[in-house]
């Protein structure tokens, strides 16, 4: 048997735009890999430009950019061969791409085939599809080049290429993360390892990108499925490993092409099978690492220094503060607590304890004198009208003004606090609780902020979160007496409403048929396309569903169709 081909998989978090920075990264890690005696470095999916591109990829001097970037890099390329994604400009059409360099130059290209169109991508808007599978090889290796979407559809290109010969295929990847898409595409590849008797190499983005997180998770596993080395999850890394790879012979009939064939470089000697294998992260560590990393870089790729958010002693407002200080540190973080006339005693102590707990600037403004201006502003407009929403969202977009005061005249980035849950059914005040940079938790419904709160308490190891947050009933303590469930559901009720309709699209009646009350999914329903014009104006968030607000789910704000 040949000896193991060495590998290394580079978990690169890649800033959208930052061609120049981009490229110096790419090219520090094919020198370590170098150092490290690896013999076939591999990149994620658009490595070079980060992903998604979007409308920057209309831009003919992005693509030169680009393009000059990649044959500085190809330069670098002596002893090792390096696979780096990149969108490619041809006569053809725009195409994205995955380059194969070696011996200094650029010796090959392969184009992605299929181009996905659905949730939150859009590739068609800008690629054209490639013809189809191919091979290259490395000494006597053949190995089958694949980007993302080309491995997730059994058969071609990669079963083409596993009947072609090749013994390893390497698919490069950047996988927007939703909870639980990580085990998910780990038992979808070792299903396509067994399918086409050949050993993978998966090679994943990481990092946060507007309201998309990547979660790295790379892999490398044998002909049988089984996994040789896995990455980190959310976290940058170069995997380093070594597989022993099956002989596999071409079918005659086999008609891919080989698009390029260079030496195998010499490589380590005696280097051992396999690679780390890093743990899994528990479903509810996952979705916080997953939240974590996509305001840390939203925060640094934008350029800001700090964050501020109202602390008003409720679940959201304390776990969006954990989730910050977490991602940014207790000197990245100011919050503000304001409270109203309606604030109780018990919520202002426990969101001054929260600030103490974290170790964050904190500031105190009482709203009242300011609600008392806007009475008497609005008091003859007002007049002969009984008091009611008007009023309490007063209170809402003075907090708002206030936090964006301090955010003019400091440059700290203001977070929404809001949760899936109250977006979905518009329990939310435009330009008060919806203001903000970036709303972190809009697609984490109630139940799962629970869930996430006491999963910070239980890491802490004691009552970061106070327990009275997380125990006291939900209250946007707008009028006396308050409570979340006067105007809407229960949310033990609710979520499971709002998971059907909104994320499997499930309508009135198949709703009922689960079991859910008519009354119940009627006012939901009603509620939610309602609201859908307060979403359009809500700050991005991270995606931590399988269909989030905005790019997942693109509905006319004028419709007239129910349910």
Known sequence: MASPLRLALCQLNATVGDIAGNERAILARIAEAQDAGVQLVVFPELALTGYPPEDLLHKRHFLDDAGAALQRIAAATHGIVALVGFPERAAEGLYNALAVLGDGAVRAVYRKVHLPNYGVFDERRYFTAGDGGALIELGDVRVGLTI???????????????????????????????????????????????????????????????ELVFDGHSLVLDAHGEIVARGGQFTEELLLAAIELPEHAAAPDAAVPTLARLALPAGAPDAAVGGPIAPLLEPAAEVYAALVTGLRDYVAKNGFRRVILGLSGGIDSALVACIAVDALGPDGVVVAVMPSPFSSGETQADARLLAANLGVERFDFDVAPTMDAYRATLADAFAATEPGLAEENLQARIRGNLLMALSNKFGWMVLATGNKSEMSVGYST??????????????????????????????????????????????????????????????????????????????????????????????????????????????????????????????????????
């Open 148 to 210: 993302c979407e080309d491995i997730w559809k059994p058969g071609p290109p990669a079963s083409a290429e596993a009947r072609a010969g090749a013994s390893l295929i390497v698919n490069v990847s950047a996988s927007p993360y939703h909870a639980g898409k990580g085990l998910e595409r780990e038992q979808m590849l070792a299903q396509r390892a067994r399918d086409n008797g050949c050993a993978i190499a998966f090679c994943a983005l990481v990092g946060g990108q507007d």
């Open 430 to 563: 435009l330009y008060g609780d919806l203001a903000g940079g970036f709303a972190l938790i809009k697609d984490c419904p109630k139940t799962r902020v629970y869930e996430l709160a006491r999963h910070v308490n239980a890491i802490a190891g004691d009552e970061r979160i106070p327990i009275s947050i997380v125990e006291r009933a939900p209250s946007a303590e707008l009028r006396p007496d308050q409570r979340d469930e006067d105007s809407l559901p229960p949310y033990a009720v609710l979520d499971p409403i709002l998971d059907g309709y909104v994320e499997q699209d499930l309508g009135r009646e198949q709703l009922i048929a689960q079991g859910f009350a008519a009354a119940d999914v009627e006012r939901v329903i009603a509620l939610v396309d309602r609201a859908e014009y307060k979403r359009r104006q809500a700050p991005p968030g991270v995606k931590i569903s399988s269909r989030a607000f905005g790019r997942d789910r693109r509905v006319p704000i004028t419709n007239r169709y129910g349910g």
